[in-house]
């Protein structure tokens, strides 16, 4: 994985021109993230000192693994709004969701339930890594019937789709966005997804690029991948949306 890294790396390059990040676990102790307060303003700054103006927290949703809420996310951002306050911290922050996609995920949109979005109806979605979700073009359509704007994470991570890229053409052609995740780039989940996230950056095929950052150790990472000149040939010249979430 450390391959990507061996190019002259520029200390002067850093994140700024995705200016908003949309895929994050940085509220304290909702999911698998980050867990003290203390832990999120240190990433928060961190995050701003690599050139982020917003970050868009998306703790899982996961029935009977991550039993989150509205009722949960939106006091823990005020929370944070606060703590932010106190200590000075001028980075914008909003929080919305990562949905898996199951069977409860469908009942809710049906029965209309509160879904937490950011910028214009946008919704995060996700699936195991273990298998597809059976309902996932059902839900695409449901979400996109309703005026949401589906955002699938991380495809190139799912191992079951590596070697299978039309899959991405099937998402787009549904009406469904693609966000890769910065580490991705970087041969941190492994060479396949590496070859798979090169594949959709390289055929301009995605909307987003995340951070999707849960701990110190993607922190680190994230600040090395900043400085790469590699990373920076692939990623400038897309097409990203992640500006218009300012
Ligand atoms: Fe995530």
Redesign the pocket.
């Known amino acids: 994985m450390f391959s990507f890294f061996k190019k002259k790396n520029d200390p002067n390059l850093n994140l700024s021109f995705l200016e908003v990040d949309m895929?994050?676990?940085l509220l304290p102790n909702l999911d698998d993230?980050l867990i003290s307060m203390d832990d999120t303003i240190a990433f928060a700054k961190q995050l701003q000192d690599l050139g982020y103006k917003k970050l868009i927290c998306?703790p899982?949703i996961l029935p009977g693994v991550h039993d989150n809420s509205p009722e949960l996310i939106l006091p823990k951002l005020l929370e944070v709004k606060d703590a932010f306050t106190q200590n000075n911290i001028d980075i914008k922050i909003e929080a919305a969701a990562?949905y898996m996609v199951g069977t409860e995920f469908q009942e809710s949109i049906e029965k209309g339930e509160q879904l937490l979005t950011f910028g214009d109806k946008h919704i995060?979605i996700?699936m195991s890594y273990a298998f597809p979700s059976q309902n996932m073009a059902q839900v695409i359509f449901d979400l996109k019937i309703k005026g949401y704007k589906p955002i699938l994470?991380?495809p190139e991570r799912y191992n079951y789709y590596l070697g299978n890229y039309e899959i991405y053409e099937e998402f787009i052609g549904r009406g469904c966005l693609l966000q890769i995740?910065l580490l991705s780039l970087t041969g941190f989940y492994g060479k396949p997804v590496q070859k798979a996230a090169e594949y959709l950056v390289k055929n301009n095929m995605i909307s987003f690029i995340?951070t999707?950052m849960?701990h110190a150790g993607h922190l680190e990472m994230t600040k090395i991948l900043a400085t790469s000149t590699k990373f920076h040939r692939l990623a400038e010249n897309l097409d990203l949306k992640n500006k218009s979430l300012l």
């Open positions: 895929h994050s676990h993230g998306t899982h990562e995060l996700e994470a991380h995740n995340g999707d849960h």
